[in-house]
Every structure is written in structure tokens, then in C-alpha cells.
């Protein structure tokens, strides 16, 4: 995938308002996709993302706001623990940046960590066996994914060191009890990998209802099959090299069709 904005965490990229303009808009319209999506809780769930240079700082959602309210300027800039670093109208929710900061202090390639409490990825991280590989979405995450137990609401900063330790080197983790959480290195790859993670465990639900006996893939086909989607398979005759470049830009013309006013 071709990053359409600054590797948030590059410490050496010039901060400039234009790269700051850039990471605001390319958030601010994961947000809408979110709520376009229908993978929101109301006001609750947070998307973060890094900003470029040493200080650490990250913009969130202003606490309070549906998602579809978002925008690039009313995105408050915030410090590793959660505090504003500028003067805002808004407020924000530290106890909500919890799992976020535990997780951007820990992976530097995690410049943007999404969270979400939808109906079939709270189903999928109540089943013991977690998730299935049943369908080609689902295999994506094969052998990529972290599960971290439930310690209750995410209002001990204790908690912390469990959830990165199980996290690991995951692109995902699925947070039993809770819900799901993608990471990516800008704010349209987090959005991808967790619009399929969620397509994946909607499928699981839809399966699992039917009251059939599961069909699963041998496990070396699995494999494959999460090499291929990564882009780390090298054995395959044909590459798909543009597909999430591809699929971020025809998002992003959904998003300027539907709420043009994200960018303002």
C-alpha cells in the first residue's frame, strides 16, 4: 500500500502546517468512513494519529462529538498522556487514549491506532476460539492478530503493559469482551485493515447462525493466503501491488461525495 500521507513518526520529516493539514484531513475523513460504515459507539471509541517530529504529540477526536461531526480543524492535538498541547474548544477523554497511548509509546510504526465497539467484532471477541479463518477477508489476519483479556473498563494505566505485551508485533488485536483494534502506519491503513477485520468477524457471526459444520482451509493454505494479501508472498505469478492504494482513493471520493466538509 503507498502511503498517501508522512510516516507520522518519522522524527527527521519536516513539521510543517501543510503536512499537519494533510494528517488532519486524511483522519478526519477515516472518521467519517467510520461513521459512513456504521462502525461507531455514539461519541465513544477513538481514532489517533501521530504527528510527525520528536514531541510525540497525536490528534484525536474532541470528546463529545459524533464521528460524522469530524473535522480536520476541530481534531484536538494531545501529548503522550492524553492532554491538550493547544488552546480548544473541545475537550477531550484521556481515560479513552488508555489503550491508544499504551500502544503509539510502544510501536513506532504505530502511527494511527483504531478502535472500535461494532456489533460483530464485540460478537467474534466474546467466542472463546476467537477468529476463524472461514473466508479469504479473514485469512488476512492469519497468525497476525493479538488477543488481550478483559480487565474491565481501560481506566488503569496498570493495564497498559498487558495490552502491549499482547499486541506484540500484530497489525490487530482482538480485545475479548471488548472489541477490535487495528494499527497501521497512516490513518488509511489502520481504516483498511479494520474494515476487513469487522467484514471478517461479520461473516464468522453470519456462519456460525447458519448452525452448519464450519469448513476451514488446510493451515499451510492459510498461510499463503495471509502472505499474498500482505504482500509478502513472492511465490505467486501474479502481484496486486496497487489494491489498498487503489481502494484509499476510491474512499476518499466516496467521502468528499458524502461529507465535503471533513477537509474544512
Given at each position: 500500500m503507498?502511503?498517501?500521507?508522512?510516516?507520522?513518526?518519522?522524527?527527521?520529516?519536516?513539521?510543517?502546517?501543510?503536512?499537519?493539514?494533510?494528517?488532519?484531513?486524511?483522519?478526519?475523513?477515516?472518521y467519517?468512513?467510520?461513521?459512513?460504515?456504521?462502525?461507531?459507539?455514539?461519541i465513544f471509541?477513538?481514532?489517533?494519529a501521530?504527528?510527525?517530529g520528536?514531541?510525540?504529540?497525536?490528534?484525536i477526536?474532541?470528546?463529545g462529538?459524533?464521528?460524522?461531526?469530524i473535522?480536520?480543524?476541530n481534531?484536538?492535538?494531545i501529548?503522550?498522556?492524553?492532554?491538550p498541547?493547544?488552546?480548544?474548544?473541545h475537550?477531550?477523554?484521556?481515560a479513552?487514549?488508555?489503550?491508544?497511548?499504551?500502544?503509539?509509546?510502544?510501536?513506532p510504526?504505530?502511527?494511527?491506532?483504531?478502535?472500535?465497539h461494532t456489533?460483530?467484532?464485540?460478537?467474534?471477541?466474546?467466542?472463546?476460539?476467537g477468529?476463524?479463518?472461514?473466508?479469504?477477508i479473514?485469512?488476512?489476519?492469519?497468525?497476525?492478530i493479538?488477543?488481550?483479556?478483559?480487565?474491565?473498563?481501560?481506566l488503569?494505566?496498570?493495564?497498559?503493559?498487558?495490552?502491549?505485551?499482547?499486541?506484540?508485533?500484530?497489525?490487530?488485536?482482538?480485545l475479548?469482551?471488548?472489541?477490535?483494534?487495528?494499527v497501521?502506519g497512516?490513518?488509511?491503513e489502520a481504516?483498511?485493515?479494520?474494515y476487513?477485520?469487522?467484514?471478517?468477524?461479520?461473516?464468522?457471526t453470519v456462519?456460525?447462525?447458519?448452525?452448519?459444520?464450519?469448513?476451514?482451509?488446510?493451515?499451510?493454505?492459510?498461510?499463503?493466503?495471509?502472505?499474498?494479501?500482505?504482500?509478502?508472498?513472492d511465490?505467486?505469478?501474479?502481484?496486486?501491488?496497487?489494491?489498498?492504494?487503489?481502494?484509499w482513493?476510491?474512499?476518499?471520493?466516496?467521502v468528499?461525495?458524502?461529507?465535503?466538509?471533513?477537509?474544512?
Amino acid at each position: 500500500m503507498t502511503d498517501p500521507t508522512p510516516r507520522a513518526g518519522d522524527q527527521t520529516a519536516e513539521i510543517t502546517p501543510d503536512v499537519e493539514l494533510r494528517l488532519r484531513r486524511e483522519l478526519a475523513a477515516v472518521y467519517r468512513l467510520v461513521a459512513h460504515f456504521r462502525m461507531t459507539d455514539l461519541i465513544f471509541t477513538h481514532i489517533s494519529a501521530r504527528i510527525p517530529g520528536p514531541e510525540h504529540h497525536f490528534l484525536i477526536n474532541p470528546y463529545g462529538l459524533l464521528f460524522e461531526e469530524i473535522t480536520a480543524s476541530n481534531l484536538v492535538k494531545i501529548d503522550l498522556t492524553g492532554r491538550p498541547v493547544e488552546q480548544s474548544p473541545h475537550p477531550v477523554n484521556p481515560a479513552g487514549f488508555v489503550i491508544h497511548s499504551a500502544v503509539h509509546a510502544a510501536r513506532p510504526d504505530a502511527h494511527c491506532v483504531l478502535h472500535t465497539h461494532t456489533k460483530a467484532g464485540c460478537a467474534v471477541a466474546a467466542q472463546e476460539h476467537g477468529l476463524l479463518p472461514l473466508n479469504q477477508i479473514s485469512m488476512e489476519f492469519y497468525g497476525k492478530i493479538g488477543y488481550h483479556d478483559y480487565e474491565g473498563v481501560a481506566l488503569n494505566l496498570a493495564e497498559q503493559e498487558r495490552l502491549v505485551v499482547d499486541l506484540g508485533d500484530h497489525p490487530a488485536m482482538i480485545l475479548r469482551n471488548h472489541g477490535l483494534l487495528t494499527v497501521g502506519g497512516t490513518p488509511a491503513e489502520a481504516f483498511l485493515r479494520m474494515y476487513y477485520l469487522d467484514k471478517a468477524c461479520e461473516i464468522q457471526t453470519v456462519a456460525m447462525a447458519g448452525g452448519a459444520k464450519l469448513v476451514t482451509p488446510h493451515p499451510d493454505i492459510c498461510e499463503l493466503t495471509a502472505r499474498q494479501l500482505s504482500g509478502e508472498d513472492d511465490r505467486s505469478d501474479l502481484q496486486d501491488e496497487k489494491a489498498y492504494e487503489l481502494a484509499w482513493s476510491a474512499l476518499l471520493r466516496l467521502v468528499e461525495r458524502i461529507a465535503p466538509d471533513y477537509q474544512s
